[in-house]
């Protein structure tokens, strides 16, 4: 089965009675175009919204009648059609339902003929009418007049069978109509993201934009996409990371600069990873590293209070997850001699670490110092994790932007934020000095010319920029999509809206 059938499949109906129910949809569809009534109108006379009517009258006593005459639209999400009566249920777009009533002796034969014979589940429709509380208690519109909104072709899929995760991934327009989380998601996002900027704002912050077209690539260790400019006949890259050119900003005085927005690396895509993904970054004259832990602390927690109201928060399966306090700052070489039982250092030789790497057979493509450390730290200790909790001081060839550590010789001022098990955030005391730099740009086009993909490349103008002077800065970096996924316990592809697939 393909995954276009499959997903076809997990929505009800086959292909062969999609395709007779779109037939008899279409047919209707003329019927309303041919009347003058139309499918599609430009609008109908709305005076309120569903939400509204339902906060208004939220204290409604069971058979009442308000005298109140509203007009109001939503989809078609259920139906039932008697003799003399017929009952829809009609949802906004965030979910909120009221009931529509189509009575004969309200709007007549004809017009109750018409509801009958042309709305169909998944039709946007308009009524106007009373709002009542019906025998049962159900808040009501008594109908007076109606209208089709505007015309669904293609049924609804079941709403009492949950949709796979493939299916919801593939049709988020689907998702979004019947699942209460999917939408929830998606005012969960905005609400984050309006911390995001409040925090930042409160802290004299500027936002801004950079390129996402580059001549070169750089400020992360990754695969680009690549394309072609036919204007300027060259080749251009999809950005991996703002960072050069927020740095320029701040050359430029910007002294206290952020950007939200997206990046792009060809790489492989998992239950964290995906192709296309929202970053933030941010960077601080005359900060660093710690007081870019601090910033990052305190955007996560004022993030979760905005999502939550508390910074302990509830994941998707009900697990709550705590977010408070200040968390703890774990320096990388400590907690790995302390958890594989063997003293590893800066000065540890390449061999000594090849061993170890081969004995838990652990595999590196390219075998430095740094990144050796790093795959043994996350064997040893990144699963024994729980807390949120920021890996310091890195080790220098894994980080040719990050300024030498003040006061350890051989590791850089780095963190690495974990939550939830994976890397959630990264912070830099910032490489401000141009020869350094050069330095260690030089450095990584050897390992590109060895052949590691994911090697920076050395950028003349953004070198140009540091020789004009950039002051002693902090950097940080984070991921909106796994913010997502911390605050929610979802996946990657649940907390992006539209995600890439095949």
């Not at 906060?55 to 039932?80: C, P, Q, S």
């Not at 109606?146 to 998702?175: C, F, G, M």
């Not at 050119?245 to 701040?250: D, G, P, T």
């Not at 920076?456 to 004009?468: G, S």
Request: aromatic content about 6%; hydrophobic content about 40%; proline content about 4%.
């Amino acid at each position: 089965m393909t995954d276009a059938s499959a997903v076809a499949s997990d929505l009800g109906p086959s292909e062969a009675e999609v395709s007779e129910q779109k037939a008899v949809r279409l047919a209707k569809r003329e019927r309303l175009i041919e009347s003058g009534v139309g499918a599609y109108p430009v609008g109908v006379p709305i005076t309120t919204t569903i939400p509204e009517v339902r906060e208004r009258f939220a204290e409604l006593e069971t058979d009442t009648a308000t005298g109140e005459i509203v007009g109001l639209a939503g989809r078609v999400v259920h139906a039932r059609n008697t003799g003399k009566l017929c009952f829809a249920a009609l949802q906004s777009g965030d979910g909120a339902r009221i009931q529509a009533m189509v009575s004969l002796a309200e709007v007549g034969d004809e017009s109750l003929a018409l509801w009958k014979e042309l709305v169909d589940l998944g039709d946007h429709v308009f009524v106007s009418g009373e709002v009542i509380s019906s025998r049962r208690g159900e808040l009501s519109v008594l109908v007076k007049e109606w209208a089709i909104a505007s015309k669904a072709i293609l049924p609804l899929p079941n709403l009492h069978t949950e949709l796979s995760e493939e299916s919801r991934v593939r049709t988020r327009y689907l998702d979004l109509i019947v699942r209460e989380q999917a939408r929830t998601t998606v005012r969960t996002r905005a609400r984050v993201m309006q911390s995001l900027r409040s925090t930042f704002d409160s802290h004299g912050y500027l936002e801004v934009e950079t390129p996402m077209l580059q001549t070169i690539h750089g400020g992360a260790a990754a695969r680009p996409f690549s394309t072609h400019s036919n204007a300027f006949d060259t080749e251009l890259f999809l950005r991996i990371a703002p960072e050069l050119f927020l740095k320029r900003a701040v050359v430029g005085g910007i002294d206290r600069v952020f950007e939200i927005n997206r990046n792009f690396r060809n790489e492989g895509a998992d239950s964290t990873h995906s192709p296309e993904f929202a970053m933030v970054e941010a960077y601080q004259a005359y900060g660093d590293y710690n007081q870019m832990a601090d910033l990052t602390q305190e955007m996560i927690q004022k993030a979760a209070i905005a999502v939550s109201g508390s910074t302990t928060v509830t994941w998707a399966d009900g697990t709550l997850y705590d977010l408070g306090g200040d968390w703890d700052r774990l320096p990388m070489y400590e907690s790995l001699s302390e958890a594989s039982g063997t003293r590893i250092t800066p000065d540890s030789e390449l061999p000594v670490l090849q061993a170890m790497a081969s004995d838990l057979g652990i595999t590196v493509a390219q075998e430095t110092h740094g990144k050796l450390v790093e795959e043994l730290w996350e064997h040893f200790v990144k699963g024994g994790l729980t807390r949120p909790t920021f890996v310091t001081d890195f080790p220098v060839d894994t980080s040719p932007l990050v300024r030498a550590h003040r006061s350890k010789p051989g590791v850089v001022e780095k963190w690495d934020l974990y939550v939830r098990g994976f890397e959630l955030a990264t912070a830099y005391s910032e490489l401000v000095d141009p020869v350094v730099q050069r330095e260690r740009f030089v450095e990584q086009a050897t390992l590109a010319a060895r052949g590691d993909v994911e090697a920076m490349r050395l950028d003349e103008d953004f070198l140009r920029a540091l020789e004009h002077g950039m002051p002693p800065s902090g950097g940080m970096g984070m991921g909106i999509d796994r913010l997502l996924m911390a605050l929610t316990g979802l996946g990657i592809r649940e907390t992006i809206l539209f995600p890439l697939v095949k």
